[in-house]
């Protein structure tokens, strides 16, 4: 069968080679690809900086956005040839540390979890994958055209819930939120916000095109500005860029008590200044609260998958702005945030 591969470390070597049958040791969960999102992670790991390939493989199946149907699955797993799934990305550690044991493995203490498509296990990213039961989940059959967004949505799930838990410290009941970034994770931050009730105000540098079309049919606002002129008085922020100075700037743009959880990861390549004494002063007489969130476990992708239900999935179709098929994956390489939200790869049947 044909997997889109790379060799991690190694820039420019990914390629669409035959690759054997997925082993049964893989998962008792026999599922075909129907697409495969592309996102900056994978992007990343073409370009050599990061990825491990499995032990023994000197390479990597690329793929941990998924989407497929159910070939052959055990009957005491609930599944049946045909239905829609996805597949978890992360894997817990081994040992397991203390979080992994109890189902939280994005809350992995030790860092010796597995990914797949990532870390040292194969991803879905081939014509048929194997997945075990515990780790795969059934979405609805109206979701057959953009399920492959349920792994990024399972990640704004969790900054969800993990703002609200936050929140639970005293009385907390927020009007608005401020997203930084309006790709594929700042718009389901963005419908996750507004399915909330709140007035949710959307930052981004582009000024025309499909992105605020996109946040202006959610009923939100959008911004190009910066985050203190976007929304200076926001309860929550959710900063999805990575970008240093957006996210100075959206730890300033809250009111009092203001919660900023922090979804993008940085490039680490650009020094900005920044005053740490006036930070810690504002952090502590305000009761503000700044935290960093990555991956998901299985209830965030349950969440995402209900929020993903209730939203309008014409709105969620025009957040997939790129379709090409397996043999043409290098053109989701040719990305454009300006004109581009998220790109998928097709699998034909």
Not at 90 to 95: A, E, G, L, V
Request: glycine residues 12%.
């Amino acid at each position: 069968m044909q997997a889109w591969t790379t060799t991690p470390g190694r820039a420019g070597s990914g390629l669409v080679q035959n690759v054997p049958e997925p082993e049964l040791a893989e998962g008792a969960v026999l599922v075909q690809t129907s697409s495969i999102g592309v996102c900056g992670t994978d992007r990343d790991i073409l370009a050599g900086q990061y990825g491990q390939a499995p032990e023994g493989s000197n390479y990597l199946i690329l793929g941990h956005e998924s989407l497929g149907r159910v070939l052959t699955a055990p009957a005491e797993s609930g599944l049946g040839a045909g239905d829609l799934v996805v597949g978890v990305v992360r894997r817990p550690d081994p040992i397991p540390c203390a979080n992994c044991a109890v189902g939280e493995w994005d809350m992995c203490r030790n860092g010796m979890f597995t990914e797949r498509g990532i870390t040292r296990r194969h991803g879905y990213g081939s014509e048929r994958f194997r997945v075990e039961p515990e780790f795969v989940i059934k979405i609805a059959p109206s979701l057959s055209g953009v399920g492959v967004l349920l792994e990024p949505a399972s990640i704004v799930a969790k900054a969800w819930e993990q703002i609200e838990r936050i929140g639970s410290r005293a009385l907390f009941k927020p009007e608005r939120v401020l997203v930084t970034g309006a790709g594929p994770v700042g718009l389901l931050a963005a419908l996750l916000g507004s399915q909330r009730g709140l007035e949710v105000h959307v930052l981004d540098r582009v000024t025309d095109g499909i992105k605020p079309d996109l946040v202006k049919q959610l009923g939100a606002h959008f911004h190009s500005g910066s985050a203190s002129e976007a929304c200076p008085d926001a309860d929550i922020v959710i900063e999805c860029t990575g970008a240093g100075q957006i996210v100075i700037d959206a730890m300033r743009s809250t009111r009092r008590g203001g919660i900023v959880c922090l979804a993008g990861i940085s490039s680490g390549v650009r020094e900005i200044r920044f005053d740490v004494a006036a930070f810690n002063q504002g952090m502590v007489l305000e009761n503000d609260v700044v935290f960093g969130s990555v991956n998901a476990n299985m209830r965030h992708y349950s969440i995402a998958a209900e929020a993903l239900e209730r939203a309008d999935v014409e709105w969620i179709e025009r957040i997939i702005t790129r379709r090409v098929p397996l043999a043409r994956w290098s053109d989701v390489l040719d990305h454009d945030p300006s004109r581009d939200a998220k790109s998928i790869i097709q699998f034909a049947h």
